[in-house]
């Protein structure tokens, strides 16, 4: 009977020495942590609806594809506003004009990103895009009038001397794709800026949707302009599938953005870069150059260093 009773305390002392593990686990889960993997896993998702649009091969116009991608995400995202928070719609007109204005960016974004897409590998594509933070930061100090000292500047010049690289202007590397890259970039530019200046009272589920439904109805407009295309099982399984991480990129970066400071979170949204050269590998055989490769290199890391001083300037500051 004591050997039993003695069993039974090493089994209670070591469920108990597991539980306190696990608490000191989810302890050292910190809301910054979840925040950092809930972007890696919106980058990852934001990657694999660019790989499988790609993999509709252009069987579908370019317009239909965004008109059914926009309902399908579009349903999806009213469905997932029940656990984020209500939709509301009664804002100021202030509001309303940056929320069009972030719509047309959008729509104008998705036409030339999707356009690169189809005609150039995924790898440089998101390579491109890795400019953003640091056009954004040019784009707030020229418009917002935000101090942005000397050490961003340079950056910034460095960043895009690395968007060179992969772009390669008058080299067998840059084409009309590139230059639409590189528009996209500024048209993303726009609607982040737009995002910016909008009134906290504004939801942010509300922003989604509302540029989601603009995105389609735009779409489904220019696509009467062309005939439709038949949409094979294949073709419209893969759609569904874009439409199901496109909102699950949305849903991960919002609660990113919620759970974690921006300036700790937002640097792993270089996750993306690497996701999407890894996919483009593994599935369309896009062997990365060693000029593509350093340029990307340069331009995540003057991002990451502008990331950088902007939250050691936070933390000096009073």
């Known amino acids: 009977m004591a050997r039993g009773f003695f069993v039974e305390d090493l089994l209670s002392r070591a469920q108990s020495l597991i539980a306190g593990e696990f608490q000191e686990r989810r302890v050292a889960m910190s809301p910054n942590l979840i925040g950092a993997f809930l972007m890696v896993a919106g980058m990852a998702a934001f990657t694999l609806n660019d790989t499988f649009v790609k993999l509709t091969g252009g069987e579908v116009p370019l317009f239909q594809l965004i008109f059914l991608r926009g309902v399908l995400s579009s349903g999806m995202i009213l469905v997932l506003a029940r ?12 509001d309303w004009a940056l929320i069009t204005l972030r719509g047309i960016a959008e729509i104008a974004g998705a036409y030339f990103f999707l356009s690169a897409l189809f005609n150039m590998p995924i790898g440089n594509l998101t390579a491109i895009l890795q400019v953003l933070p640091l056009t954004v930061t040019l784009a707030s100090a020229v418009v917002l009038r935000e101090a942005v000292g000397w050490r961003r500047v340079l950056a910034i010049a460095i960043g895009f001397g690395g968007v060179l690289l992969i772009v390669r202007p008058g080299a067998e590397g840059f084409n009309v794709w590139s230059l639409y890259a590189l528009i996209a970039v500024c048209c993303v530019t726009v609607r982040d800026l737009s995002t910016r200046v909008l009134s906290a009272a504004v939801p942010g589920i509300t922003v989604t949707l ?5 995105v389609m109805v735009a779409a489904g407009l220019a696509s009467l302009a062309q005939p439709w295309a038949a949409v094979t099982p294949q073709v419209g399984g893969l759609i569904a599938v874009a439409s199901f ?3 699950g990129g949305y849903y991960c970066s919002i609660q990113a953005m919620r759970v974690g400071e921006v300036s700790f979170v937002a640097p792993f949204r270089y996750a993306g870069l690497i996701a999407a050269m890894l996919v483009g590998y593994l599935v369309f055989g896009e062997v990365p150059r060693a000029l593509t490769l350093l340029g990307a290199a340069i331009v995540v890391g003057t991002g990451l260093f502008t990331l950088y001083r902007e939250q050691r300037a936070r933390r000096l500051a009073p």
Do not use: D, H
């Open 210 to 214: 509302t540029t989601s439904v603009l």
């Open 83 to 94: 656990s984020i928070g209500p939709l509301r719609f009664r804002l100021p007109r202030r």
């Open 245 to 247: 991480f496109i909102v």
